[in-house]
């Protein structure tokens, strides 16, 4: 399974930016998949995930009713729609994909994208 994700750039506090995780591989419309994001001199943290099915998404407390994961299997593609960006948001993006559900940690995922970088100036 590969994963390629895209759509971050530079956008100002309170915009809006869809990112996008295009996997690809036989098994890929099968795993869940989370986005993480890491800044500049911390650790990877878990932002949001969904099922497999798209069924159940679940979200860190950052991300605070202000993104939105979705999914469309038909297009083995995963979304993430952030609205009212802070500048606290600013950080490289990735997906991760794995056949277990409901994981919050990097080391659970077992495929990962390159990222995407965020940068939301004040």
């Known amino acids: 399974v590969q994963l390629q994700a895209s759509g971050g750039g530079l956008v100002q506090a309170g915009g809006s930016l869809r990112l996008t995780c295009a996997a690809s591989?036989?098994?890929?419309?099968?795993?869940?998949v989370g986005w993480f994001r890491q800044a500049s001199g911390k650790e990877r943290e878990f932002v949001a995930g969904?099922?497999?099915?798209?069924?159940?998404?679940y979200y860190a407390n950052s991300a605070g009713g202000r993104f939105t994961i979705s999914r469309d299997n038909a297009k083995n593609t995963v979304y993430l729609q952030m609205n009212t960006l802070k500048p606290e948001d600013t950080a490289v993006y990735y997906c991760?994909?794995?056949?277990?559900?409901?994981?919050?940690?990097?080391?659970?995922?077992?495929?990962w994208g390159q990222g995407t970088l965020v940068t939301v100036s004040s």
């Open positions: 991760a994909a794995d056949q277990n559900p409901r994981q919050l940690l990097p080391w659970a995922y077992a495929y």
């Open positions: 591989g036989r098994a890929a419309s099968s795993l869940a």
């Open positions: 969904i099922s497999w099915t798209g069924g159940s998404s």
